[in-house]
Protein backbone atom coordinates (compact mmCIF):
# COMPACT_ATOMS: atom_id res chain seq x y z
CA UNK A 1 0.00 0.00 0.00
CA UNK A 2 2.96 2.34 -0.04
CA UNK A 3 3.73 1.89 -3.84
CA UNK A 4 2.19 3.88 -6.21
CA UNK A 5 1.61 4.23 -10.05
CA UNK A 6 1.35 8.02 -11.72
CA UNK A 7 2.77 9.54 -14.71
CA UNK A 8 5.95 11.94 -13.19
CA UNK A 9 5.05 15.26 -14.72
CA UNK A 10 1.45 17.65 -15.03
CA UNK A 11 -0.58 16.86 -17.77
CA UNK A 12 -2.86 18.66 -19.28
CA UNK A 13 -6.54 16.71 -18.67
CA UNK A 14 -8.60 18.78 -20.62
CA UNK A 15 -6.46 17.58 -23.65
CA UNK A 16 -6.52 13.97 -22.66
CA UNK A 17 -7.21 11.28 -25.00
CA UNK A 18 -6.13 8.25 -22.55
CA UNK A 19 -3.54 6.16 -21.79
CA UNK A 20 -1.81 3.09 -23.39
CA UNK A 21 0.96 1.06 -22.01
CA UNK A 22 3.89 -0.23 -24.86
CA UNK A 23 6.41 -2.60 -24.51
CA UNK A 24 4.05 -5.89 -24.00
CA UNK A 25 1.26 -7.08 -25.34
CA UNK A 26 -1.68 -4.91 -24.01
CA UNK A 27 -3.10 -2.58 -26.67
CA UNK A 28 -6.39 -1.42 -25.04
CA UNK A 29 -6.41 2.24 -23.96
CA UNK A 30 -6.96 3.01 -20.21
CA UNK A 31 -8.57 6.20 -18.21
CA UNK A 32 -5.57 5.99 -15.75
CA UNK A 33 -2.81 3.96 -14.66
CA UNK A 34 -2.53 2.13 -11.13
CA UNK A 35 -0.72 -0.36 -9.36
CA UNK A 36 -3.79 -3.50 -9.25
CA UNK A 37 -4.39 -2.64 -13.08
CA UNK A 38 -0.62 -2.80 -13.96
CA UNK A 39 -0.17 -6.13 -12.30
CA UNK A 40 -3.26 -7.72 -13.61
CA UNK A 41 -2.11 -7.19 -17.10
CA UNK A 42 1.70 -6.93 -17.38
CA UNK A 43 3.01 -10.40 -18.63
CA UNK A 44 5.13 -11.98 -15.81
CA UNK A 45 3.78 -10.34 -12.52
CA UNK A 46 6.08 -12.76 -10.71
CA UNK A 47 9.14 -12.50 -12.87
CA UNK A 48 9.50 -8.47 -13.27
CA UNK A 49 12.68 -7.07 -13.67
CA UNK A 50 13.97 -3.90 -13.46
CA UNK A 51 14.96 -4.08 -17.17
CA UNK A 52 11.24 -5.17 -18.15
CA UNK A 53 10.43 -1.83 -16.16
CA UNK A 54 12.71 0.39 -17.67
CA UNK A 55 11.66 -1.01 -21.31
CA UNK A 56 7.74 -0.61 -20.91
CA UNK A 57 6.33 2.05 -21.39
CA UNK A 58 3.09 4.17 -20.19
CA UNK A 59 2.02 6.66 -23.41
CA UNK A 60 0.20 9.20 -22.66
CA UNK A 61 -2.96 10.18 -25.83
CA UNK A 62 -3.95 13.26 -27.60
CA UNK A 63 -7.81 13.76 -26.92
CA UNK A 64 -8.41 14.86 -30.34
CA UNK A 65 -5.39 12.86 -32.90
CA UNK A 66 -5.34 9.40 -30.03
CA UNK A 67 -1.52 10.11 -30.82
CA UNK A 68 1.24 10.06 -28.66
CA UNK A 69 2.10 13.25 -27.08
CA UNK A 70 4.50 12.22 -24.49
CA UNK A 71 5.55 8.90 -22.43
CA UNK A 72 7.55 7.44 -19.81
CA UNK A 73 8.90 4.31 -18.48
CA UNK A 74 6.86 1.96 -16.12
CA UNK A 75 10.27 2.76 -13.46
CA UNK A 76 9.93 6.74 -13.53
CA UNK A 77 6.12 6.22 -12.90
CA UNK A 78 6.91 4.06 -10.10
CA UNK A 79 6.76 5.73 -6.60
CA UNK A 80 7.50 3.90 -3.41
CA UNK A 81 7.92 4.11 0.26
CA UNK A 82 10.33 1.59 1.90
CA UNK A 83 10.65 1.29 4.96
CA UNK A 84 14.71 1.45 5.60
CA UNK A 85 15.56 0.54 9.79
CA UNK A 86 14.37 4.08 10.75
CA UNK A 87 14.68 5.65 8.33
CA UNK A 88 12.46 5.39 4.96
CA UNK A 89 13.45 5.39 1.46
CA UNK A 90 11.57 6.83 -1.46
CA UNK A 91 11.55 5.90 -5.02
CA UNK A 92 10.59 9.14 -7.29
CA UNK A 93 10.66 9.50 -10.91
CA UNK A 94 12.89 7.20 -11.25
CA UNK A 95 15.70 8.12 -8.25
CA UNK A 96 16.19 6.78 -5.00
CA UNK A 97 15.99 9.15 -2.04
CA UNK A 98 16.34 7.93 1.99
CA UNK A 99 14.91 10.50 4.51
CA UNK A 100 16.12 10.42 7.96
CA UNK A 101 12.96 9.56 10.89
CA UNK A 102 13.81 12.90 12.39
CA UNK A 103 12.76 14.60 9.49
CA UNK A 104 9.61 12.12 8.67
CA UNK A 105 8.04 13.17 12.19
CA UNK A 106 9.13 16.45 11.28
CA UNK A 107 6.70 17.20 8.04
CA UNK A 108 3.88 14.30 9.84
CA UNK A 109 3.41 16.58 12.92
CA UNK A 110 2.48 19.43 10.72
CA UNK A 111 1.01 17.96 7.77
CA UNK A 112 -1.17 15.05 9.03
CA UNK A 113 -3.61 17.54 10.58
CA UNK A 114 -4.19 19.28 7.62
CA UNK A 115 -5.12 15.99 5.86
CA UNK A 116 -7.05 14.69 8.14
CA UNK A 117 -9.63 17.55 7.63
CA UNK A 118 -7.99 20.30 9.57
CA UNK A 119 -9.04 23.82 9.19
CA UNK A 120 -12.56 23.53 8.54
CA UNK A 121 -12.41 23.47 4.89
CA UNK A 122 -15.28 23.99 2.46
CA UNK A 123 -17.40 20.72 1.79
CA UNK A 124 -17.59 19.68 -1.83
CA UNK A 125 -19.66 17.12 -3.90
CA UNK A 126 -18.15 13.97 -4.80
CA UNK A 127 -16.42 14.09 -7.91
CA UNK A 128 -17.97 12.40 -10.90
CA UNK A 129 -16.24 13.74 -13.74
CA UNK A 130 -13.71 12.75 -16.13
CA UNK A 131 -11.91 15.89 -16.25
CA UNK A 132 -10.88 18.61 -13.73
CA UNK A 133 -12.27 21.32 -15.77
CA UNK A 134 -15.95 19.45 -15.38
CA UNK A 135 -15.83 19.02 -12.37
CA UNK A 136 -14.97 22.53 -11.27
CA UNK A 137 -17.87 23.92 -13.95
CA UNK A 138 -20.37 21.17 -11.89
CA UNK A 139 -19.84 22.13 -8.60
CA UNK A 140 -20.75 26.06 -9.37
CA UNK A 141 -23.31 25.00 -11.62
CA UNK A 142 -24.99 22.90 -8.80
CA UNK A 143 -24.64 25.57 -6.10
CA UNK A 144 -24.41 29.25 -8.04
CA UNK A 145 -25.12 30.96 -4.55
CA UNK A 146 -22.08 29.90 -3.46
CA UNK A 147 -19.52 28.79 -5.63
CA UNK A 148 -18.67 30.63 -8.88
CA UNK A 149 -15.62 29.21 -11.53
CA UNK A 150 -12.93 30.82 -12.25
CA UNK A 151 -10.90 27.79 -14.02
CA UNK A 152 -8.86 28.57 -16.82
CA UNK A 153 -9.73 32.52 -16.25
CA UNK A 154 -6.06 33.00 -16.76
CA UNK A 155 -4.90 36.57 -15.52
CA UNK A 156 -1.49 38.19 -17.10
CA UNK A 157 0.58 38.79 -14.10
CA UNK A 158 4.20 40.68 -14.34
CA UNK A 159 6.07 42.15 -16.94
CA UNK A 160 6.60 39.13 -19.07
CA UNK A 161 3.77 36.58 -20.69
CA UNK A 162 3.61 34.92 -17.44
CA UNK A 163 -0.56 34.27 -16.75
CA UNK A 164 -2.19 33.07 -13.22
CA UNK A 165 -5.05 31.44 -12.88
CA UNK A 166 -6.27 33.03 -9.66
CA UNK A 167 -8.11 29.72 -8.52
CA UNK A 168 -10.28 26.82 -9.69
CA UNK A 169 -13.40 28.06 -7.48
CA UNK A 170 -14.14 30.87 -5.01
CA UNK A 171 -16.54 31.12 -2.74
CA UNK A 172 -18.28 33.85 -0.68
CA UNK A 173 -16.81 33.05 2.57
CA UNK A 174 -14.38 33.77 0.90
CA UNK A 175 -12.23 30.74 -0.12
CA UNK A 176 -9.80 30.00 -2.99
CA UNK A 177 -10.11 26.77 -3.99
CA UNK A 178 -7.47 24.96 -6.24
CA UNK A 179 -8.70 21.61 -7.85
CA UNK A 180 -6.44 18.50 -8.61
CA UNK A 181 -7.18 14.74 -9.22
CA UNK A 182 -4.86 12.90 -7.06
CA UNK A 183 -1.79 12.03 -9.00
CA UNK A 184 2.58 11.76 -8.25
CA UNK A 185 4.12 13.91 -6.16
CA UNK A 186 5.03 16.09 -8.77
CA UNK A 187 1.67 16.67 -10.11
CA UNK A 188 0.58 17.74 -6.38
CA UNK A 189 3.40 19.82 -5.83
CA UNK A 190 2.53 21.86 -8.59
CA UNK A 191 -0.98 22.45 -6.75
CA UNK A 192 0.24 23.37 -3.69
CA UNK A 193 2.81 26.28 -5.65
CA UNK A 194 0.09 27.24 -7.73
CA UNK A 195 -2.00 28.34 -4.81
CA UNK A 196 1.05 29.48 -3.14
CA UNK A 197 1.96 32.02 -6.36
CA UNK A 198 -2.20 33.51 -6.74
CA UNK A 199 -2.37 34.00 -2.94
CA UNK A 200 0.97 36.22 -2.78
CA UNK A 201 -0.18 38.23 -6.52
CA UNK A 202 -4.06 38.93 -4.21
CA UNK A 203 -1.99 40.19 -1.67
CA UNK A 204 0.97 42.15 -3.01
CA UNK A 205 -0.45 43.28 -6.42
CA UNK A 206 -3.07 45.97 -6.64
CA UNK A 207 -3.76 45.42 -10.58
CA UNK A 208 -3.71 41.68 -10.51
CA UNK A 209 -6.72 42.20 -7.85
CA UNK A 210 -8.10 44.33 -10.80
CA UNK A 211 -7.89 41.90 -12.63
CA UNK A 212 -9.32 39.03 -10.60
CA UNK A 213 -12.83 41.15 -9.87
CA UNK A 214 -13.03 42.07 -13.69
CA UNK A 215 -13.77 37.87 -14.36
CA UNK A 216 -16.10 37.84 -11.02
CA UNK A 217 -19.60 37.50 -11.38
CA UNK A 218 -21.82 40.05 -9.98
CA UNK A 219 -22.57 38.73 -7.07
CA UNK A 220 -18.76 37.84 -6.47
CA UNK A 221 -17.14 41.17 -6.72
CA UNK A 222 -14.41 42.40 -4.25
CA UNK A 223 -15.36 44.90 -1.74
CA UNK A 224 -12.62 46.91 -2.52
CA UNK A 225 -10.05 45.57 -5.07
CA UNK A 226 -7.15 48.46 -5.02
CA UNK A 227 -6.94 48.30 -1.21
CA UNK A 228 -4.94 45.82 -0.04
CA UNK A 229 -6.87 42.86 1.59
CA UNK A 230 -6.42 41.34 5.12
CA UNK A 231 -5.40 37.63 4.01
CA UNK A 232 -6.61 36.89 7.27
CA UNK A 233 -10.06 37.12 6.26
CA UNK A 234 -9.46 34.48 3.08
CA UNK A 235 -8.97 30.65 3.41
CA UNK A 236 -7.14 28.92 0.72
CA UNK A 237 -8.14 25.47 -0.04
CA UNK A 238 -6.62 22.69 -1.71
CA UNK A 239 -9.08 19.88 -3.16
CA UNK A 240 -7.45 16.87 -4.00
CA UNK A 241 -9.62 14.35 -5.79
CA UNK A 242 -9.11 11.07 -5.16
CA UNK A 243 -10.41 6.95 -4.08
CA UNK A 244 -8.69 7.42 -0.69
CA UNK A 245 -9.94 10.52 -0.17
CA UNK A 246 -10.92 10.00 3.67
CA UNK A 247 -8.14 10.91 5.32
CA UNK A 248 -5.85 11.32 2.34
CA UNK A 249 -2.91 9.59 2.11
CA UNK A 250 -0.03 11.45 0.20
CA UNK A 251 3.66 10.86 -0.95
CA UNK A 252 5.75 12.17 1.16
CA UNK A 253 7.47 14.45 -1.22
CA UNK A 254 3.84 16.18 -1.73
CA UNK A 255 3.72 16.34 2.19
CA UNK A 256 6.72 18.10 2.03
CA UNK A 257 5.71 20.67 -0.44
CA UNK A 258 2.17 20.57 1.11
CA UNK A 259 4.10 22.03 4.48
CA UNK A 260 6.27 24.84 2.60
CA UNK A 261 2.90 25.65 0.96
CA UNK A 262 1.14 26.11 3.91
CA UNK A 263 4.18 27.50 5.86
CA UNK A 264 4.52 30.42 3.36
CA UNK A 265 0.62 30.92 3.05
CA UNK A 266 -0.04 31.49 6.54
CA UNK A 267 3.14 33.70 7.03
CA UNK A 268 1.22 36.24 4.46
CA UNK A 269 -1.76 35.38 6.87
CA UNK A 270 -4.26 33.48 4.94
CA UNK A 271 -6.40 30.60 6.72
CA UNK A 272 -4.94 26.99 4.52
CA UNK A 273 -7.03 23.61 4.78
CA UNK A 274 -6.88 20.35 2.43
CA UNK A 275 -9.76 18.75 1.76
CA UNK A 276 -10.15 14.91 0.17
CA UNK A 277 -12.90 14.94 -2.75
CA UNK A 278 -14.22 11.08 -3.19
CA UNK A 279 -13.74 9.98 -7.06
CA UNK A 280 -16.22 8.37 -8.24
CA UNK A 281 -15.74 8.82 -11.56
CA UNK A 282 -16.65 5.37 -13.03
CA UNK A 283 -13.82 5.16 -15.83
CA UNK A 284 -11.24 5.64 -13.34
CA UNK A 285 -10.08 3.45 -10.59
CA UNK A 286 -7.37 2.72 -7.76
CA UNK A 287 -5.57 5.50 -5.73
Not at 76 to 104: H, M
Not at 111 to 139: F, H, I
Request: proline share 6%; net charge negative.
Amino acid sequence: DKVWLAVPEVIEWDDFGGFRYAGFRYKEKVDDIYMPQFLEICPDRQGLTIKQLKAWEVRYLDAATDQTQDHWSIYQCLYAEVQDGDDISLLNAGKWYRVTRSFIDEVNGEVNPLLAGGGNPEQLPPCECRTEGEYNASVAAQNPGHFACLDKKNIRYGAGPSQIECCDLITKTPAFIHIKRYSGSSVLSHLFAQGVVAAEAFVADQKFRIAVDNVLPQDYKLRAPATPPGADEYQVVFGIISKKHNPLSLPFFSKVSLRNAARRLRTMRYQVAVLGIEDRYAGRAGE
